[in-house]
């Protein structure tokens, strides 16, 4: 009560904000598993409770009220339009596997059951599986509803007993479509990815296969994600044929596409030993690093000095560009040939401070690379991108309306066709050609 109560409150909101953003949506599926996880490396335990929750009658909100009584004196306001019954649909959730430095949280139904994973410590090297049903009566007409509510434990520094408790309410789908719209594909391919980077670091200490068996584990995951979701959300044109595939599994399958592609398990980086050193790090990095890592960015300098964001494709290597290619550990500096004249060093000199003003906000240092066109080093550019010179002129004038035609087919010639890898486009045909 008073002004630190409502301090309090304040803080525990504060607190709900991050964690929501932190998972990357507010939906949550009625059917699927749902794992939610956090970085902190100070936890000593996760408990999950909701003793009881009491509901005042309103037309605009309802008030939660916890009876444990170390949280009587807490409120949490959330807008609703819920009656005063409370009889939420069916839901069930299954917890995942809780390692140490992540933090769960547990997810309830909003009734008068509870449910405590117990005061549980978890060491190095250790983990716990657990999971949770619950199966309120089902009432037409009820608010579609959980609430979330995490607590943490640990010593400060000044060897004081911290506790953290945040709720939240979140909205359960009411569909497989509503579902698809929570989805964070940048959440879900830094899972993935990790994953997968895991999984080679295991081969190389046992000697076996490290690449082959990260991309197919990755490829495998992407296949079966795709063939669940591939029925709802929007177009997608491959060769004439029109795939019913979710914005947001299109965007997952591309950044799965261009992880495989990267330094992480690329076939053209597997004697690198700067690789290497990567793919133990990326398991450790954070989302930001880890998507920086995962798709390259490119920009474009004009003569204006200004750059323009540009697909990860090589149908962007024209001759009369510079571009900035930047994949976290290595930024790239590709110089066409037109513009290879004294005219355009002043313009060169910019692109080269861009890229060391980049490098050196990072730690470590990434590596600059300048690249001119038809040179020998043009290979580890190429091995970043997709080869779209390889699809038809037709595809390709889907992807880039503006690119004209003798520019494409210089490129292809130029380029070639004999490239292993597979183009953007073909990989996700590979994956959606049979929902077509």
């Known amino acids: 009560g008073g002004e630190s109560g409502r301090e309090r409150v304040w803080e525990l909101r504060r607190i709900a904000e991050d964690l929501g953003a932190m998972i990357g949506g507010r939906t ?88 405590d994973s117990g005061d549980s410590r978890y060491s190095p090297g250790k983990s716990r599986d657990f999971s949770t049903s619950l199966d309120p009566e089902s009432s037409p007409g009820s608010s579609r509803h959980i609430f979330v509510q995490i607590e943490v434990s640990y010593v400060g520094l000044d060897g004081s007993h911290v506790t953290r408790v945040s709720t939240r309410q979140w909205r359960i789908a009411t569909g497989t479509e509503e579902y698809m719209k929570s989805i964070s594909p940048s959440t879900s391919i830094v899972i993935l ?23 197919d584990y990755l490829d495998a995951k992407l296949s079966h994600i795709s063939s669940i979701f591939s029925e709802t959300g929007g177009g997608v044109s491959l060769r004439g044929s029109v795939m019913k595939v979710s914005e947001n599994i299109r965007e997952l399958v591309e950044l799965g596409y261009y992880f495989r592609q990267g330094p992480v398990i690329g076939l053209a980086f597997e004697r690198d030993p700067r690789a290497r050193l990567l793919a133990r790090r990326f ?12 798709k390259p960015r490119i920009h474009a300098f004009n003569t204006t000095g200004a750059f323009q964001a540009l ?6 290597l024209q001759s009369d560009r510079i571009l900035i290619v930047d994949q976290w550990d290595t930024i790239i500096i590709w110089y066409g040939s037109h513009v290879a004249q004294e005219q355009y060093s002043t313009l060169r000199a910019a692109c080269t401070e861009e890229a060391r003003n980049r490098a050196s906000t990072r730690t470590p240092s990434p590596c600059i690379l300048e690249i001119s066109e038809r040179s020998s080093a043009e290979r580890w550019l190429l091995c970043r991108i997709s080869p779209g010179h390889k699809d038809r002129l ?33 990989y996700l045909r590979s994956l959606f050609a049979q929902k077509s």
């Open 28 to 115: 949550v599926g009625y059917r699927g598993k749902l794992v939610i996880r956090t970085t902190q490396s100070i936890v000593t335990r996760v408990i999950g409770r909701v003793n009881k929750l009491e509901t005042e009658k309103s037309s605009t909100s309802t008030s939660i009220k916890h009876s444990d009584p170390d949280y009587k004196d807490m409120q949490f306001k959330t807008e609703s339009k819920m009656k005063s019954t409370f009889k939420p649909k069916t839901l069930t959730l299954h917890l995942g596997t809780i390692h140490l430095r992540e933090c769960v949280a547990v997810c309830l139904a909003p009734s008068s059951e509870s449910w």
């Open 283 to 294: 398991i450790h990095m954070g989302v930001e690093d880890c998507l920086a890592c995962i």
């Open 193 to 215: 990815a990790k994953q997968a980077a895991l999984k080679k670091f295991k081969r190389e200490q046992n000697n076996s296969r490290t690449l082959e068996t990260a991309r």
């Open 311 to 316: 697909p990860a494709s090589s149908l962007v």
């Open 394 to 426: 037709e595809d390709q004038a889907v992807d880039f309306p503006e690119i004209k035609s003798n520019g494409a087919s210089d490129l292809k010639s130029r380029l070639g066709r004999g490239m292993s890898e597979p183009s953007l486009r073909e």
